[in-house]
């Protein structure tokens, strides 16, 4: 897969609203992403563990596409909804720390890979998941659920 290492202001990442962990979100804009992070995956305690190691993992790098002239975040939303937190992007009313001038300074910029489309990132995942889902008991546990999920629909 092709990408290119680059730096980007924070403020110009956009959570991904079509991330398959975000189905069940009444608002599936930046805010709605935000709530959603907030009360179901732990985003507050990665907003304080960033702002204590001052800044992202090194490493750790966040993957992002280039959609309408937006860099969309296609791997790494929770922390990069964790630093808007911290910087004040985006507010919350849960308990936060003051931020570190380190961790605001190192936060400012993200570095991330940014791949040619979101098809290409998702591809390898998608055939990993064809993969399991074509062994034995969870083959059949998918095919109950998509039989009775026709029946619903009709």
Not at 26 to 54: R, S
Not at 82 to 103: E, R, S
Request: proline content about 6%; charged content about 30%.
């Amino acid at each position: 897969m092709k990408y290119t290492p680059i730096e980007i202001p924070l403020d110009k990442l956009i959570l991904d609203h079509l991330n398959p962990r975000f189905v069940n979100i009444p608002n599936p804009d930046e805010e709605g992403i935000k709530e959603y992070l907030i009360e179901y995956e732990e985003v507050l305690t990665i907003a304080k563990g960033i702002n204590e190691d001052e800044g992202l993992i090194p490493g750790e790098r966040i993957i992002v596409c280039k959609e309408n002239e937006k860099y969309i975040v296609l791997e790494g939303n929770r922390r990069i909804c964790a630093c808007k937190l911290l910087i004040g992007l985006l507010m919350t009313d849960g308990k936060l720390p003051k931020v570190k001038k380190n961790t605001a300074d190192n936060i400012a910029n993200i570095y991330v890979d940014l791949v040619d489309s979101r098809d290409r990132f998702n591809l390898p995942y998608t055939g990993d998941i064809l993969k399991v889902l074509d062994s034995g008991p969870l083959k059949q546990s998918y095919i109950f659920l998509q039989d009775a999920f026709k029946k619903v629909r009709i």
